[in-house]
């Protein structure tokens, strides 16, 4: 008897690009893979193996799933999970929105719902609070979005082709929680008034190509003042990218991971930054991607 597997793949993102703090998200093209069927009882299989993920109680995917499930009145049985993890966990590479998304796709296709933005965000935020993360991991691309007063508001934003991702992977996980926990409750009007005016030369710089504004529109004074000393080396991590002609460089979402920005040089900037972690005995890796345009697919089909 053939049972229905659906599988659904969903990008990374790297978030707030600088000065664009809990607002700029952007999809690149690393993803994990969630293929799921339902079984009675529940049983997970990770790739690569990974302890923490395969306990039911720790997977987000699962507990997206069996919420959905509960809230049309049903009972949930169990399910067959197979996922293919290769966005780092706890990196700032939205490994977290990775698994919400597609545990929402799943939710609303196996039961034949169609998916709102409202009933999105109404799933969503029961499980991650920060739209700079979900957004670009469901629709693709690079998206700015706010929430206020129960209600979310986004725009996604043509990224320019020529530019490149690459992201340098530290061999530490940095929780968002930890990261959040350094930030100040106030800062400096003349520190809010600094990153509003780069956040906005940031876009129109992506409008017009004009990529010898990104390093000034990158830089920032809400976040990364404060999170840099959770990650060793920051500055020089940041210095070796603009010194082998990154056009832009920032943390990526709440760390480990660094982001630069290129449209060329990019393995050459990927070993530099890997070289400058490497002087404070910290190992890493780097990745050059592309900006994902898609968002999330799901694929149903008969096993």
Not at 279 to 296: C, F, M, N, P, R
Request: aromatic share 10%; with cysteine; hydrophobic share 40%.
């Amino acid at each position: 008897m053939s049972k229905k597997v659906v599988k659904v793949r969903v990008p990374a993102t790297t978030a707030n690009l600088g000065a664009g703090f809990d607002t700029f998200g952007l999809a690149l093209t690393l993803y994990n893979e969630f293929e799921v069927e339902e079984i009675e009882g529940i049983y997970i299989e990770s790739y690569p193996d990974n302890e923490y993920l395969k306990n039911p109680e720790n997977n987000l995917f699962i507990k997206v799933v069996k919420y959905l499930c509960e809230a049309e009145g049903k009972r949930f049985k169990g399910a067959k999970l197979k996922q293919t993890i290769n966005v780092p966990v706890a990196r700032g590479l939205g490994s977290s929105a990775t698994a919400i998304v597609a545990g929402i796709l799943t939710g609303f296709a196996v039961h034949k719902k169609t998916l709102t933005d409202e009933e999105f965000f109404k799933v969503a935020y029961m499980f991650e609070p920060h739209p700079d993360n979900l957004l670009p991991a469901w629709k693709g691309g690079f998206i700015t979005a706010l929430k206020t007063e129960g209600k979310t508001y986004y725009t996604k934003v043509d990224f320019p082709k020529e530019i490149k991702a690459v992201v340098v992977i530290p061999d530490f996980e940095l929780s968002t929680e930890l990261a959040r926990s350094v930030l100040p409750d106030n800062v400096p009007l003349k520190d809010a008034i600094f990153n509003l005016q780069r956040a906005t030369l940031f876009i129109r710089a992506l409008e017009e190509k004009r990529f010898d504004l990104l390093k000034v529109a990158m830089e920032d004074r809400l976040h990364q003042p404060y999170r840099k000393k959770l990650i060793p080396n920051f500055d020089k991590v940041i210095e070796s990218a603009y010194d082998n002609g990154a056009i832009g460089a920032s943390l990526s979402g709440a760390g480990s991971t660094m982001l630069a920005l290129a449209t060329e040089n990019f393995d050459k900037i990927g070993q530099a930054m890997v070289d400058a972690f490497k002087e404070a005995s910290i190992k890493a890796q780097y990745k050059v991607l592309d900006v994902d345009t898609e968002g999330a697919k799901i694929e149903i089909f008969e096993r």
